[in-house]
């Protein structure tokens, strides 16, 4: 009974903000993705926010950007130009 009202108390929480690091596209790939390296020297594969897409908002080699990356180690979201 205590672990499924703990189960509840965290379906509840709100999911915490990733976090935002920035990095240089360092080369453009097919279906929007991009290869990014990030401030830390680590490089990883990156796409467009869907805001960014609704948009059109081009991102080219060489742009500063500010990626959301994934807490499980998938693909980062590019939300801003910079």
């Known amino acids: ?17 990733a976090p935002a690091v920035e990095g240089v596209v360092i080369e453009a790939l097919p ?7 990030f401030q830390n020297g680590s490089e990883g594969l990156c796409f467009l926010s869907g805001k960014m897409r609704i948009h059109r908002i081009r991102v080219l080699i060489g742009d500063r950007v500010s990626a959301e990356i994934d807490p499980y180690g998938g693909k980062a979201r590019i939300v801003k130009r910079l």
């Open 31 to 37: 279906d929007t993705l991009f290869k990014v390296r």
């Open 1 to 17: 009974m205590e672990k499924e009202q703990e189960y509840q108390s965290k379906m509840n929480q709100p999911k915490g903000k």
